[in-house]
């Protein structure tokens, strides 16, 4: 049974070299934005795109028949198993075991892929899925490498809403079994990737050359600002960030307004509010409370509106208008109820590293720099 036995040794892989592994040259792979839905999907498995979830858990795709199973006595199995989306609604994932290879022993593992966009999710085989990237020393592309990932397989009826070439999505969490931990735990990256939307993602500890007007190439990730991640324990999978106010300036004069104090904190114990990241909600969504405007304002909220003064600040420039909609139970983008999210649109064009070891995100505003994601070798992909 070929099929098992190299799914196998992928399982085996993933179970006993996160420990021993020595650190291999970093992983690149290009990413592309959908015109048709402003989603970004990742061009890592040899046969389709996938999309790019950053709070995604898991690994998932449709999947060809036959196919590899995981037994379910194995650790990967357990950790599949932990991965149940907590709202969701099922579509009918029929017989997914058909075409199934048998397991090399004992019962064959369930994933429970689900769908960011659409909020539904399905019951599928756990399986191994080929996929390639290209190394890079931060600089340059040096040579494609390949490599397989443990992930759910998924009906057809899941992508639904999904980028019209993608067959499922690459999950970017902390979650043992989504693509970033996967390839931390094969190739000893550790803790630390960086996006460029809508251009690349980097796995592994990489400089991140940009071309600039001025001054050649650059590395960013050592001269950008850094600020804490935050831990929700109702939502582990998320990337949450201390946001303290939103505040707006045109015209050169800044409006000494911002979101009532507190309004975007996040509750340690019930892992209420808070700010998250989101590369699957196109812009920003907040729930804080409006209340009837008074002339000649349209927008108001309830409370104090301090002018806050934050030690590092996160501009969107170019823009004609701020929209601030209100979340409702049913739309959450994510599990956890945030208090915001911060949607695709306005991280595009950042270089946003991230260290899970050291608990950190660096983010750099690529515009006012004179700089794009575009700028970099490892966007030509």
């Known amino acids: 049974m070929p099929y098992a036995v190299s799914l196998l040794l992928v399982v085996l892989l993933l179970q006993c070299t996160a420990a021993q592994a020595s650190q291999q040259p970093p992983l ?10 402003s989603l970004y999907t990742i061009s890592i498995k040899d046969d389709a795109p996938l999309l790019v979830d950053l709070a995604g858990p898991l690994v998932w795709s449709t999947c060809p028949s036959p196919h590899a199973t995981v037994p379910c006595q194995f650790d990967t199995c357990r950790a599949a198993n932990q991965q149940r989306p907590r709202r969701c609604r099922y579509v009918d994932a029929g017989a997914f075991w058909a075409g199934r290879e048998p397991p090399a022993w004992g019962c064959a593992c369930a994933a429970h892929p689900f769908n960011p966009v659409t909020g539904e999710c399905s019951t599928g085989d756990l399986t191994s899925f080929a996929m390639s990237a290209n190394t890079t020393n931060g600089t340059d592309l040096l040579y494609p490498e390949a490599f397989a990932a443990v992930g759910g397989c998924a009906p057809g009826r899941l992508l639904a809403s999904l980028p019209a070439a993608a067959t499922g999505v690459a999950g970017f969490s902390r979650d043992p079994l989504s693509l970033r931990s996967q390839l931390a735990a094969q ?20 400089p991140v050359y940009l071309g600039t007007e001025s001054r050649g190439l650059v590395e960013y990730t050592g001269s950008i600002p850094y600020a804490p991640l935050l831990a929700n324990p109702r939502n582990p999978s998320g990337y949450y960030i201390p946001v303290k106010g939103i505040s707006m300036s045109w015209h050169g004069v800044d409006v000494a307004a911002s979101l009532p104090n507190g309004a975007l904190d996040l509750d340690g114990r019930t892992g209420r509010g808070g700010v998250v990241l989101s590369t699957v909600t196109p812009g920003k969504v907040t729930d804080v409370k ?24 996160y501009d969107v420039d170019g823009a004609m208008c701020v929209g601030i909609l209100e979340m409702e139970p049913g739309a959450m983008p994510v599990d956890g ?3 915001a999210v911060i949607g695709g649109k306005t991280i595009e064009n950042n270089l946003l590293v991230f260290d899970l070891e050291k608990g950190v995100l660096g983010f750099s505003l690529l515009d006012f720099q004179s700089t794009s994601c575009y700028s970099s070798n490892l966007s030509r992909l």
Do not use: H, M, W
């Open 290 to 313: 409006r209340v009837p405007a008074v002339k000649p304002f349209q927008l108001c909220y309830n409370g104090a509106f301090p002018l806050l003064k934050r030690p590092v600040s």
């Open 28 to 37: 690149v792979s290009r990413i592309t934005k959908d015109a048709t839905s």
């Open 187 to 206: 190739r000893g990256f550790g803790g630390r990737f960086a996006l460029c939307l809508p251009a690349f993602a980097a796995f592994g500890g990489t």
């Open 337 to 339: 109820e945030p208090a």
